[in-house]
């Protein structure tokens, strides 16, 4: 990267040089958080985790829609995948440690999600889920200190909480 102008409190633009010398700019927004997660505090903290069940909620709009044996298949998926995100966290934050420690998470989770799949057990796979969710909590108030956004926790142990609830009330 050669170059980074801001455009106000939630763009930039980036400028690469090629390796055959060309300039290539990008534009890329960040997130905007709503101002009642934005401000932090309990209130922040409680608003990422509702909306993170809110996200759960419409995810769980697809299974809702699918047989219970596709319904497991595509949770058992989603949960190794969710697991890959405190992964790319590490991988940003740049420190073997953090490396080490969410690849061992995620590997984890995936293998729990492809038990799940191997004998069609609906507890083996909430216990992923909620499990997950015990993970996003070491996370808070930095029991391990990989970098990430602070109101990531919460909103990943919101949408835990229910994924692993709709696990077990339909598919256990």
Not at 49 to 64: D, E, F, K, Q, R
Not at 102 to 116: C, Q, S, W
Not at 125 to 145: C, K, P, S, T, V
């Amino acid at each position: 990267m050669t170059g980074r102008v801001a455009l106000g409190p939630c763009a930039t633009v980036r400028t690469y040089k090629q390796k055959d010398a060309r300039t290539v700019r990008t534009r890329s927004e960040q997130l905007r958080l709503p101002r009642f997660i934005a401000r932090g505090g309990p209130v922040g903290w409680l608003s990422a985790a509702g909306a993170g069940v809110v996200l759960a909620g419409v995810t769980l709009v697809i299974p809702s829609l699918l047989s219970d044996r596709a319904a497991f298949g595509f949770l058992a998926i989603l949960l190794g995948m969710i697991a890959a995100v405190y992964l790319g966290f590490a991988l940003q934050d740049g420190r073997r440690r953090a490396f080490v420690v969410e690849y061992g998470g995620m590997v984890l989770f995936a293998g729990a999600a492809t038990v799940a799949l191997v004998v069609q057990g609906g507890i083996v796979l909430a216990l992923g889920y909620f499990g997950h969710g015990l993970w996003d909590a070491i996370h808070h108030r930095r029991g391990l200190d990989t970098v990430m956004p602070w109101w990531y926790v919460p909103l990943c142990l919101g949408y835990d909480a229910l994924i692993g609830a709709y696990v077990l009330l339909r598919l256990a």
